[in-house]
């Protein structure tokens, strides 16, 4: 393998470990005003440094990203039925899914009309963020093709996610991994510019503008925190693309060695991790 493929297999690493821990480590404040975090916990860098329980317990937004995980590793593409069927294989509701996101994989489980519910819960579909929280590995696997990577987000956020604005932040998560697993170097100016082009939604689109000119002096809050995905999708982009050599400081190993290691925990992770990277070996060598 060269330093190259080295480097790359990392960054596949690196995308799901630091997903499982960030989420691992926000859960025991998620829903606390802003404010509350900072006086009270000490801010995000406290939290890092200092978690504030001794295990390290992941939501459903790292069990979501398992299932999208394993479901590509096994069709090799966002196939519906082995995404419902990877949901299913791992839905645990005590992890924190939402009521809508509950109701529809319990259909899926149950055999019921879960189509019709993705489409109706609410009025146009779920807008939330949840088919963006879940889709870092379809820019892990086809981050060489941003056409195709948007297209296979969409797909993987149909299943529970039909607003236009939901499947637009998880085209637009899944384009910001692939454009950094791709180049490899950061380079913030065409970062923004790639997505602001490919943003399909006007409300992504002036969000990015904004957030292209961001600084960590700004306040955070300008982007939103809230379900719907484009009060919140664009947050994290903006805090990543500001500070981009910040992201190695969230997967210390004394952090990593604290994440759960169940049967889907961190070893599980890692293994998923080396699977999407030889999935992405495999077609690499058949295009060339």
């Given at each position: 393998?060269?330093?190259?493929?080295?480097?790359?297999?990392?960054?596949?690493?690196?995308c799901?470990?630091?997903?499982?821990?960030?989420?691992?480590?926000?859960?025991?404040?998620?829903?606390?005003?802003?404010?509350?975090?900072?006086?009270?916990?000490?801010?995000?860098?406290?939290?890092?440094?200092?978690?504030?329980?001794?295990?390290?317990?992941?939501?459903?937004d790292?069990?979501?990203?398992?299932?999208?995980?394993e479901?590509?590793?096994?069709?090799?593409?966002?196939?519906?039925?082995?995404?419902?069927?990877?949901?299913?294989?791992?839905?645990?509701?005590?992890?924190?899914?939402?009521?809508?996101?509950?109701?529809?994989?319990?259909?899926?489980?149950?055999?019921?009309?879960?189509?019709?519910?993705?489409?109706?819960?609410?009025?146009?579909?779920s807008?939330?963020?949840?088919?963006?929280?879940?889709?870092?590995?379809?820019?892990?696997?086809?981050?060489?093709?941003?056409?195709?990577?948007?297209?296979?987000?969409?797909?993987?956020?149909?299943?529970?996610?039909?607003?236009p604005?939901?499947?637009?932040?998880?085209?637009?998560?899944?384009?910001?991994?692939a454009?950094?697993?791709?180049?490899?170097?950061?380079?913030?100016?065409?970062?923004?510019?790639?997505?602001?082009?490919?943003?399909?939604?006007?409300?992504?689109?002036?969000?990015?503008?904004?957030?292209?000119t961001?600084?960590?002096?700004?306040?955070?809050?300008?982007?939103?925190?809230?379900?719907?995905?484009?009060?919140?999708?664009?947050?994290?982009?903006?805090?990543?693309?500001?500070?981009?050599?910040?992201?190695?400081?969230?997967?210390?190993?004394?952090?990593?060695?604290?994440?759960?290691?169940?049967?889907?925990?961190?070893?599980?992770?890692?293994?998923?991790?080396?699977?999407?990277?030889?999935?992405?070996?495999?077609?690499?060598?058949?295009?060339?």
């Amino acid at each position: 393998m060269t330093a190259g493929s080295i480097a790359k297999r990392d960054r596949f690493f690196g995308c799901l470990l630091g997903h499982a821990i960030g989420d691992a480590v926000g859960a025991p404040v998620e829903g606390m005003p802003a404010t509350a975090i900072w006086y009270d916990m000490g801010g995000a860098r406290k939290l890092v440094s200092d978690p504030t329980v001794e295990h390290l317990i992941y939501t459903d937004d790292t069990q979501m990203t398992i299932a999208v995980a394993e479901a590509l590793i096994a069709a090799g593409q966002a196939d519906e039925q082995a995404l419902c069927d990877a949901f299913v294989a791992n839905y645990e509701p005590g992890r924190g899914y939402g009521q809508g996101a509950r109701r529809i994989i319990e259909a899926m489980a149950d055999g019921g009309d879960w189509r019709r519910l993705a489409a109706t819960i609410f009025p146009g579909g779920s807008l939330g963020n949840g088919g963006a929280m879940r889709v870092a590995p379809i820019g892990l696997l086809f981050h060489d093709d941003l056409d195709h990577v948007a297209e296979q987000a969409a797909a993987s956020a149909r299943p529970t996610h039909l607003h236009p604005i939901g499947i637009d932040g998880a085209r637009l998560v899944a384009l910001a991994v692939a454009i950094v697993v791709r180049d490899g170097v950061f380079d913030r100016e065409r970062f923004y510019t790639e997505l602001i082009r490919r943003a399909a939604t006007e409300e992504f689109r002036y969000q990015l503008e904004r957030a292209a000119t961001w600084t960590p002096a700004d306040p955070v809050g300008l982007f939103g925190s809230s379900l719907p995905a484009d009060r919140s999708v664009v947050t994290a982009i903006a805090c990543f693309a500001a500070t981009p050599r910040d992201y190695p400081a969230v997967v210390p190993r004394r952090l990593l060695e604290r994440l759960e290691d169940g049967p889907k925990g961190r070893r599980h992770i890692e293994s998923l991790a080396l699977g999407l990277f030889d999935r992405y070996e495999q077609s690499a060598t058949l295009r060339a």
